[in-house]
């Protein structure tokens, strides 16, 4: 009983901070086993926080609702890489620049450049294969790999895959990464949204975004708290750029993402794993009115994650 009464006065808490984040009058209420969270209207939402102890999703929100991954689909890009070339394979240093900066900065650049390079849309095919993904699907167009189909749930196997079943030193490469993730994203935007900045450290994060444009208005750019790794040589841009190889279609093109992915909304995710031992997987997917700014969606995410993560530490 104490231990609900605490969940609920955390709910109330947070659920009010999220509310004075939401800008608009409207306004969706979910309800969990300690309380309710309201999701301000206009947001689309699918959540999953599990519990790697108790092996249980103690809180979940559509979590099969496909969405479009935008950078989250960099975790299945390295861990093909990996899983590709065997544990005994070292590294070249010039790849090791594109997979370096893609996890910790999300680097468009460098995940474009090992998309084409590892077999475009098949990446994506033999990681549902291997992991036993249920909602994920490739994009429609097969050079954006940004409309990628995800799901909270697929996102939460993921992790466990990274974390249980794969190879030791696979999990060891990725997950330092994620745990080294830069407080400015390569393209100028402030990445430290959601769990960075709702739960407190050890964490390892993947987030992603997408419809926001190419960098943050002028005046609002990202203050790095960490360095961004310098961008991998030999990736190209403009020859990716001219296969229409990146994160989201350009600007007034016709693109689909795949069955029930919304391409025209902006997305914000942040996933990862959270604790001194990666106790928990929290994965948060949104999506926003095409008018919402950076700050208005990132402060909504890390309002959400908070009351998420508090819920979570009472179930």
């Given at each position: 009983?104490?231990?609900?009464w605490?969940?609920?006065v955390a709910?109330?808490?947070s659920?009010?901070a999220?509310a004075?984040?939401s800008g608009?009058?409207?306004?969706?209420t979910?309800?969990?086993?300690a309380g309710?969270?309201?999701?301000?209207?206009g947001?689309?939402t699918?959540f999953?926080?599990?519990d790697?102890d108790?092996?249980?999703?103690?809180?979940?929100y559509?979590?099969?609702?496909?969405?479009?991954?935008?950078?989250?689909?960099k975790?299945l890009?390295?861990?093909?890489y990996l899983?590709?070339h065997?544990?005994d394979w070292?590294?070249p240093?010039?790849?090791?620049?594109q997979?370096?900066?893609?996890?910790?900065?999300?680097d468009?650049?460098?995940?474009?450049?090992?998309?084409?390079k590892d077999?475009?849309e098949t990446i994506?095919q033999?990681?549902?294969a291997?992991?036993?993904?249920?909602?994920t699907?490739?994009p429609?167009?097969?050079g954006i790999?940004?409309?990628?189909?995800?799901?909270?749930a697929?996102?939460v196997?993921?992790?466990n895959?990274?974390?249980?079943r794969?190879?030791p030193?696979?999990r060891d490469?990725?997950?330092?990464?994620?745990?080294?993730s830069?407080?400015?994203?390569?393209?100028g935007?402030?990445?430290?949204f959601g769990?960075?900045?709702?739960?407190?450290?050890?964490?390892?994060?993947k987030?992603?975004?997408s419809?926001?444009g190419?960098?943050?208005?002028?005046g609002h750019e990202?203050?790095?708290?960490?360095?961004v790794p310098?961008?991998p040589?030999?990736?190209d841009?403009r020859?990716?750029a001219?296969?229409r190889?990146?994160?989201?279609?350009?600007?007034g093109?016709?693109?689909?993402g795949?069955?029930?992915i919304?391409?025209?909304?902006?997305?914000?995710?942040?996933?990862?794993?959270?604790?001194?031992h990666?106790?928990?997987?929290?994965v948060?997917?949104?999506?926003?009115?095409?008018?919402t700014t950076w700050?208005?969606?990132?402060a909504r995410i890390t309002?959400?994650?908070?009351?998420l993560?508090?819920?979570?530490q009472?179930?």
């Open positions: 009983m104490k231990r609900m605490a969940a609920a709910v109330t808490s659920v009010a999220l004075a984040t608009v009058a409207g306004a969706e979910l309800n969990t086993a309710a969270v309201t999701v301000p209207d947001i689309s699918g999953v926080v599990y790697r108790t092996g249980d999703s103690t809180l979940s559509n979590a099969h609702k496909q969405f479009r991954s935008a950078s989250v689909v975790l890009i390295a861990l093909d899983e590709s065997g544990p070292q590294i240093q010039h790849d090791l620049e997979l370096q900066p893609m996890l910790r900065s999300s468009d650049t460098a995940a474009s450049w090992l998309w084409v077999g475009w994506v033999r990681m549902i291997k992991i036993g993904l249920t909602d699907a490739p429609a167009d097969r790999w940004g409309y990628t189909a995800i799901s909270a697929d996102v196997k993921i992790y895959y990274i974390l249980d794969a190879d030193r696979y490469f990725i997950m330092s990464n994620l745990r080294q830069t407080k400015c994203g390569d393209d935007f402030d990445q430290s769990i960075p900045s709702a739960v407190p450290r050890p964490w390892g994060v987030q992603g975004w419809g926001f190419d960098g943050p208005a002028a990202c203050s790095p708290a960490n360095p310098p961008d040589d030999g990736a841009a020859t990716l001219a296969m190889v990146g994160a989201e279609a350009p600007a093109a016709a693109a689909t795949g069955p029930d919304d391409t025209t909304r902006r997305a914000m995710h942040t996933t990862g794993a959270v604790g001194p990666d106790n928990k997987i929290v948060v997917l949104t999506l926003e009115p095409v008018d700050e208005t969606s990132a309002a959400l994650t908070s009351v993560y508090d819920i979570s009472y179930l």
